[in-house]
T-cell receptor, first 116, second 114 residues
C-alpha cells in the first residue's frame, strides 16, 4: 500500500449502531487529520493529531470520537449518529509540526458514510 | 479566522480553451495557499501550493496559480484544458504554523465541453 488508505470505502449504519473508520498512512508522516465533506458545504476540519497527540478539535459533537494509537494510524469511532452526519469522511496526513512545506497534506480516498 | 471564497460554483469550458478558477482568501498574516482537485469518488490531489517566494507557482498537469497579495487572490489557470480536467477544484488556506488543518472553499465544479 502507498499513500493514505481508508477503510471501509462505504458504510451504511443505523442511528443506534457503533462503527469505526480507519485511516492508515504509509508516508512516514507525523500529523494526521479528519475532514468531513458534506454536499453543498465546504470541507470541514474535524480533528488534528500531531505526534499522536490531539491538537485540534473543531467543535465536533461527542458522537465522533477519534483515536490515534501511533503516527501511522487514525481512527474515527462513531456512535448514535444522526442522518445529517451522512457525508464523505476524508483522512489526511502531513510531515510534522514544523510548518512551511511540511504542512502539505496528502488525502485518502475517503469513506462514504450513510446514516439511516 | 481564515476563510476562502470560490465565487464560481460551476464553470463550463470547451476542450482546448483556457481556464481560470478564482479564489479569494481572508487571513491576517502571510497565508499558505493550496489548490486541490477531486475526481468523482476520489480523495483530494494537490495541484500546487504557495508558501513564499515567486508569486507565480507551477503545478502538476499544466496548472499554474498566481498569488496576488493586494487582491487577496490565488487564481488557478491552465492555458488549454483537456476533457480529463473535468473535476471539482478546491482552494485552501493554511496558517502554516505547524500541523494546521486547512480551511477550504466550497469548490468549483469544472465541466469540459467537447
Amino acid at each position: 500500500e502507498t499513500g493514505v488508505t481508508q477503510t471501509p470505502r462505504h458504510l451504511v449504519m443505523g442511528m443506534t449502531n457503533k462503527k469505526s473508520l480507519k485511516c492508515e498512512q504509509h508516508l512516514g508522516h507525523n500529523a494526521m487529520y479528519w475532514y468531513k465533506q458534506s454536499a453543498k458545504k465546504p470541507l470541514e476540519l474535524m480533528f488534528v493529531y500531531n505526534f499522536k497527540e490531539q491538537t485540534e478539535n473543531n467543535s465536533v459533537p461527542s458522537r465522533f470520537s477519534p483515536e490515534c494509537p501511533n503516527s501511522s494510524h487514525l481512527f474515527l469511532h462513531l456512535h448514535t449518529l444522526q442522518p445529517e452526519d451522512s457525508a464523505l469522511y476524508l483522512c489526511a496526513s502531513s510531515q510534522d509540526a514544523a510548518g512551511g512545506s511540511n504542512n502539505e497534506q496528502f488525502f485518502g480516498p475517503g469513506t462514504r458514510l450513510t446514516v439511516l | 479566522a481564515q476563510s476562502v471564497t470560490q465565487p464560481d460554483i460551476h464553470i463550463t469550458v470547451s476542450e482546448g480553451a483556457s481556464l481560470e478558477l478564482r479564489c479569494n482568501y481572508s487571513y491576517g498574516a502571510t497565508p499558505y495557499l493550496f489548490w486541490y482537485v477531486q475526481s468523482p469518488g476520489q480523495g483530494l490531489q494537490l495541484l500546487l501550493k504557495y508558501f513564499s517566494g515567486d508569486t507565480l507557482v507551477q503545478g502538476i498537469k499544466g496548472f499554474e496559480a498566481e498569488f496576488k497579495r493586494s487582491q487577496s487572490s490565488f487564481n488557478l489557470r491552465k492555458p488549454s484544458v483537456h476533457w480529463s480536467d473535468a473535476a471539482e477544484y478546491f482552494c485552501a488556506v493554511g496558517k502554516g504554523g505547524g500541523a494546521d488543518g486547512l480551511t477550504f472553499g466550497k469548490g468549483t465544479h469544472l465541466i469540459i465541453q467537447p
